[in-house]
């Protein structure tokens, strides 16, 4: 047989071999990646959600419901009234009925008592109408934190001959007793609280009238102002 017979042989041989040659390297790699993946696999990742900004606003409620925990706000305090108005209030009453006044005085809170509707002139006992006013104003006070100063104050003129007491400074004093005495029962520290008499040494009134001497004849509650 001619060589020229022989080269298709030849050729269809070869190609034969290519063809098996390719198979087994396609086989080789194959099964080298297998292997690969077999025992070093590739984490697969977790989907990351869009942000709520691009999601359409039905889905963004419930996507932030599974990617935070909710979080319980407490209730904001309300505020608390103003200290002045506060007392005001709880002295409503007896403000409008004239027996007592609530009044910013330098550092404190003036409740100041007028002696009509709480002393009989020229006594120092209390009238029985006034116990439930000095049990409102001590249950107030209870409220305040610091020291309580009651001062008792009276008009210019002097006590008349034959009167309880001597002058106008005992007499503020054994009222401001009485008042203090009274409100220490309310009081769940009673060492607070402290009383004394000024007479007629503090004004707050001319007493050239009648209703001028009436505002002087007090007794003052101070309760320090709050900050």
Do not use: C
């Amino acid at each position: 047989m001619s060589e020229t017979a022989d080269a298709p042989r030849k050729i269809v041989r070869i190609a034969g071999y290519g063809a098996a040659l390719a198979a087994g390297v396609m086989l080789v790699a194959a099964l080298t990646l297998w292997l690969l993946d077999l025992f070093f696999p590739v984490p697969v990742p977790h989907p990351v959600p869009p942000p709520a900004a691009l999601l359409h606003p039905a889905e963004a409620p419930a996507l932030a419901s599974q990617s935070a925990p909710v979080r319980s706000l407490a209730p904001a305090s309300a505020p608390r009234p103003d200290q002045l108005p506060r007392i005001r209030a709880g002295l409503a009453a007896e403000i409008a009925s004239g027996m007592v006044t609530v009044d910013r005085f330098g550092g404190w809170i003036a409740i100041r008592i007028a002696n009509a509707g709480s002393f009989e002139p020229g006594r120092a006992e209390l009238l029985p109408g006034f116990i439930a006013s000095g049990r409102r104003i001590a249950a107030l006070v209870e409220q305040q934190p610091g020291a309580v100063r009651v001062v008792g104050h009276t008009d210019d003129r002097a006590p008349a001959r034959g009167a309880a007491y001597k002058d106008n400074q005992a007499l503020s004093a054994a009222r401001a007793a009485a008042v203090a005495e009274l409100l220490r029962a309310g009081l769940s520290d009673k060492t607070r609280l402290g009383a004394e008499g000024h007479g007629g040494s503090e004004p707050i009134a001319a007493n050239a009238t009648a209703d001028g001497r009436a505002r002087n004849q007090r007794v003052e509650v101070l309760v320090p102002r709050a900050p």
